[in-house]
């Protein structure tokens, strides 16, 4: 027997990215919002209000890590969807192009501990 598929239409969007349009510091930029990320990271050079200087080493998907290396920790007000979300703590590190922030577990803990 031969199938033949001319169409599929997939109506669950439970995998889509959570993508965002945002303001820091007057800026309009793409955030992502990504559960499965341990810290929010911010572009290098867009970040505010300086916090603080860590030393960190970023791990990759397949397991490796970076080197340790000193970056910048800011806190910063983000205006998205008509809320205000101050005192948000973003490590710097590279993004890609489509990447301004990512905003991972520590912000959906303190703004969104409740998700349906």
Not at 53 to 80: E, H
Not at 93 to 102: A, G, K, N, P, V
Request: proline content about 3%; cysteine-free; overall charge positive.
């Amino acid at each position: 027997m031969n199938v033949k598929i001319n169409n599929v239409t997939v109506s669950d969007n439970s995998s889509e990215l959570i993508r965002k349009v945002a303001y820091i510091g007057g800026k309009q930029v793409k955030v992502l919002i990504d559960s499965g990320a341990d810290h929010n990271i911010i572009r290098p050079h867009l970040g505010q209000n300086l916090y603080q200087r860590r030393t960190v080493r970023a791990m990759r998907f397949d397991g490796s890590s970076t080197k340790k290396k000193s970056t910048n920790i800011f806190k910063d007000k983000i205006k998205m969807e008509g809320q205000v979300y101050k005192d948000v703590v973003l490590t710097e590190s590279e993004l890609t192009e489509q990447q301004y922030i990512i905003l991972g577990k520590p912000w959906l803990v303190q703004y969104i501990p409740r998700i349906d």
